[in-house]
Nanobody
Framework: QVQLVESGGGLVQAGDSLRLSCAAS????????MGWFRQASGKEREFVAG????????YYADSVKGRFTISRDNAKNTVYLQMNSLKPEDTAVYYC???????????????????WGQGTQVTVSS
């Protein structure tokens, strides 16, 4: 089992920055892909960014490329999402997730992720 706990959400104005954290505990693996997803009110959950626990290539949704950065600190068992130049359309509950499948390519499908955090609300006012 893997437990994921997100933190760092809040209410900000357009153009501001936030950094989300996802602390992992339990039986994590360097092969896991870690993803950030978000779900706005009335919309489906969507992939935002991803990275493998062991590092390497990062992946981003087109809507956040150039503004968001995913990173991880293995010593702290924590994955981060640095969000800059926030827009009102970034308003959503943000979730951290772990995919334990053995794969060379990250999945952007939420159904392929095995473990989820409880989510943290990000609200961007205009």
């Amino acid at each position: 089992q893997v437990q994921l706990v997100e933190s760092g959400g809040g209410l900000v104005q357009a153009g501001d920055s936030l950094r989300l954290s996802c602390a992992a505990s339990g039986r994590t693996s360097s092969n896991y892909f870690m993803g950030w997803f978000r779900q706005a009110s009335g919309k489906e959950r969507e992939f935002v960014a991803g990275i493998r626990w062991s590092g390497g290539r990062t992946y981003y949704a087109d809507s956040v490329k150039g503004r968001f950065t995913i990173s991880r600190d293995n010593a702290k068992n924590t994955v981060y999402l640095q969000m800059n130049s926030l827009k009102p359309e970034d308003t959503a509950v943000y979730y951290c997730a772990a995919d334990r499948r053995i794969s060379a390519v990250i999945s952007t499908t939420s159904g392929n992720y095995d473990y989820w955090g409880q989510g943290t609300q990000v609200t961007v006012s205009s």
